[in-house]
């Protein structure tokens, strides 16, 4: 199975400024499409799931352009922008190139 | 507007057995590739089974192959998982999933339906 490891695990942002998560898998996720089958979620207090980023840099549908997503071999980064009090949540990578699909640990981001 | 409505979760105990739906609209459900996944409380996510759009491919997680069994039906454009031999450690949340055409990514969840298993 393909491990994803995220980090930091939590991460302490001051509104308006950047945030950075990162996530390394533990083998190539380069599809024969040329795309990087690496997937972007945020999960909200109490909500289910929402995509943020698909094939690792593509913004979801209605996903502000503060978010975006980068690839450096099996380096994944998601980064906002400024970082706005909506932004609060756990963020997770997943893999999608093979089954079993692998999400990392997840990383809570939080409002200083 | 596309929706995922899960339900069937219940408290069950170790042994038993447990049938979750999926309800969708809003989509043409024959042209997707669906998924369950499913969180412990206070847990991170977990993927668990995947079918394809036309059901001839299933494919499950390990902690759950041989005991689930993914299935849908395009006339009810409805998700199942059908879960035998429950364990304690299946206590969740479990979500159905739409997947993005072509992306292997997860684009439309429902709200989850809970699955607790305890004696």
């Known amino acids: 199975d393909i491990v994803m490891t995220q980090s930091p695990l939590s991460l302490p942002v001051t509104p308006g400024e950047p945030a950075s998560i990162s996530c390394r898998s533990s083998?190539?996720?380069?599809?024969?499409?040329?795309?990087?089958?690496l997937h972007w979620y945020l999960q909200k207090p109490g909500q289910s799931p929402q995509l943020l980023i698909y094939l690792g840099s593509d913004r979801a549908s209605g996903v502000p352009d503060r978010f975006s997503g980068s690839a450096s071999g099996t380096d994944f980064t998601l980064k906002i922008s400024r970082v706005e009090a909506e932004d609060v949540g756990v963020y997770y990578c997943?893999?999608?190139?093979?089954?079993?699909?692998?999400f990392g640990q997840g990383t809570k981001l939080e409002i200083k | 507007e596309v929706q995922l409505v899960e339900s069937g979760g219940a408290v069950i105990k170790p042994g038993g057995s447990l049938r979750l739906s999926c309800a969708t609209s809003?989509?043409?459900?024959?042209?997707?590739?669906m998924n369950w996944v499913r969180q412990a409380p206070g847990k991170g996510l977990e993927w668990v089974s995947l079918?394809?759009?036309?059901?001839?491919?299933?494919y499950y997680a390990d902690s759950v192959r041989g005991r689930f069994t993914i299935s849908r039906d395009s006339f009810e454009n409805s998700l199942y998982l059908q879960m035998n031999s429950l364990r304690p450690e299946d206590t969740a949340l479990y979500y159905c999933a739409r997947e993005f055409e072509g992306t292997n990514s997860l684009d439309h969840w429902g709200q989850g339906t809970l699955v607790t298993v305890s004696s």
């Open positions: 079918i394809s759009w036309d059901g001839s491919g299933t």
């Open positions: 997943m893999q999608g190139l093979q089954t079993p699909y692998t």
């Open positions: 083998q190539s996720l380069l599809h024969r499409s040329g795309y990087n089958y």
């Open positions: 809003g989509f043409t459900f024959d042209d997707y590739a």
